[in-house]
């Protein structure tokens, strides 16, 4: 099976066998960075808990990757609040991709000492024993959310407001954390400010799913779909196979990337009546009979931010990031990915 990344297969660095961890590994966006470092060659440590990711979606890496390239795969089931689970998943790896997390800012607004405890101390527990193992280069995934109440569009790395959820305020810790250990420990870090990822492998289910699977989910089953406010709220959406690209750059960056954050998104707005309209529109294209289905509109949610877009200036100057899948083949990927899930479970 061929990739979905579209990530370029030209890069020299990755053509050098390295033993890489990835948290979350069992998650959507982890799971297909294991996915291509095990296209590329390399070994790869998984490190997961399982409280959010699943088995189901390592199953799928397997069968996409084939037989030898899952040989190069290991799987260390463990979690980030305990330290010794961390040092023992960091303990002979060269590169970390730090993108475990307890997602949704209305979970953390419910409950933020369990986001604070998996998302702050979890990633001071990984980046005390990445330090310890003496690993290269620590990439971690922060979020869109630490721009808070700043106005400013698009958003730009330098200037950030304040948080407006535990789970905002939590992102920003971990990046002021990575910061004082490259600059007190030596340890190479380079942060990622993710803006409002999806692709296949997204799960649907829960009350925290993010909202293009959520849509999707409801549309394809008949159910009411619940836009908060008035439709105009704005996000980047930004494909998966991007992401995975990012994360690829800023682990092989040189060093000059080191003590950085740098966005990831298109570069593009789209509001939440597009995106609703987009994905009824692309379900119908798919055979889904819900052309006439229109959302209901309830109250804006606390914590919420209005608008979002990234500035991609950074990233692509200095690292040489370029999304590879825009929204439209991004949402086409992600439906028919969600449609062939559902029928091979029924």
Known sequence: MESWTGVSSSNEALKV???????????????HLVEELLRRGQQVRAFDNFSTGSHANLEDVAERVGD????????????????????????GTQRVLHEAALGSVPRSVEDPATTHASNVDGTLNLLVAARDAGCERFVYASSSSVYGDDPELPKVEAAIGRPLSPYAAGKRMAELYADVFQRNYGLPCVGLRYFNVFGPRQDPEGAYAAVIPRWTSALVEGREVVVYGDGETSRDFCPVANVVQANLLA?????????R?????????TTLTELFSLIRDGLVRCGVDVG???PRHEEFRPGDVRHSLA???????????????????????????FLAARSASV
């Open 261 to 269: 954050v740098y966005n990831v998104g298109l570069g593009g707005r």
């Open 17 to 31: 066998s390295r033993k890489w961890l990835v948290t979350g590994a069992a998650g959507f966006i982890g799971s």
């Open 311 to 337: 500035s991609i200036e950074a990233i692509r100057g200095d690292l040489g990031y370029e999304p590879s899948v825009d929204l439209v083949d991004g949402m086409r990927r992600t439906l028919e990915w």
């Open 292 to 294: 006439g289905v229109e």
């Open 68 to 91: 030898e390239p899952w040989q190069r795969f290991e799987l260390c089931e463990g979690d980030l609040r305990s330290p010794e689970d961390c040092a023992l998943a960091a303990d």
């Open 251 to 259: 682990a092989l960056a040189p060093a000059a990337a080191e003590a």
